[in-house]
T-cell receptor, first 109, second 116 residues
Framework: GEDVEQSLFLSVREGDSSVINCTYT??????LYWYKQEPGAGLQLLTY?????DMKQDQRLTVLLNKKDKHLSLRIADTQTGDSAIYFC?????????FGTGTRLKVLA | GAGVSQSPSNKVTEKGKDVELRCDPI?????LYWYRQSLGQGLEFLIY????????KSGLPSDRFSAERTGGSVSTLTIQRTQQEDSAVYLC??????????????FGPGTRLTVT
């Protein structure tokens, strides 16, 4: 079935690294996405990775993809209070995205 | 350029009333999606439009929910005889359409619906 799983909460101290994990179901997905939702706002694409890549780095963000285990992670280096948000991983399904439940990241000053 | 817009941003309605939510996608985007986000929940897919047709309505929770899209642009989501469990944020997204690259979806800010 279609199910993308994430842990619900993560709390880190400012300056530490955050790692948000996701497991997905469809091994044929061509792209996998991370979206960020700040309080009271819609979702914004944060980054994505093409399925033939193992890793993608974009400034403070590192995406790791383990296709064998269908595991995706997002690492945020030097986490800041402005990174506090809900982070969703998503894979494209037929006609729609399949979103994870979202991980609420809380950054403690 | 203009992003996806939704109106109203907030709607409070009484149980049993009908409501209509509007989404203006990015110009030229052929694909349009509606999702629902309940408090503390993830995103629940409702319906997808490609142009004016909806090949996937599987996510509509009941026959009180309907959606249409006209002119390949604006879409409205209508909820009839609203119930308290309909209270949620309704998000609209658009994308360029099938075969158009990374399939990124661009989201609007959402409409927060509260049914009292």
């Amino acid at each position: 079935g279609e199910d993308v799983e994430q842990s619900l909460f993560l709390s880190v101290r400012e300056g530490d690294s955050s790692v948000i994990n996701c497991t997905y179901t469809d091994s044929s997905s061509t792209y996998l996405y991370w979206y960020k939702q700040e309080p009271g706002a819609g979702l914004q694409l944060l980054t994505y990775i093409f399925s033939n890549m193992d890793m993608k780095q974009d400034q403070r963000l590192t995406v790791l993809l383990n296709k064998k285990d269908k595991h995706l992670s997002l690492r945020i280096a030097d986490t800041q209070t402005g990174d506090s948000a809900i982070y969703f991983c998503a894979e494209p399904g037929t006609y729609k995205y399949i979103f994870g439940t979202g991980t609420r990241l809380k950054v403690l000053a | 350029g203009a992003g996806v817009s939704q109106s109203p941003s907030n709607k409070v309605t009484e149980k049993g009333k009908d409501v209509e939510l509007r989404c203006d996608p990015i110009s030229g985007h052929t694909a349009l999606y509606w999702y629902r986000q309940s408090l503390g929940q993830g995103l629940e897919f409702l319906i997808y439009f490609q142009g004016n047709s909806a090949p996937d309505k599987s996510g509509l929770p009941s026959d009180r929910f309907s959606a249409e899209r006209t002119g390949g642009s604006v879409s409205t989501l209508t909820i009839q005889r609203t119930q308290q469990e309909d209270s949620a944020v309704y998000l609209c997204a658009s994308s360029p359409g099938p075969g158009q690259g990374s399939y990124e979806q661009y989201f609007g800010p959402g409409t927060r619906l509260t049914v009292t």
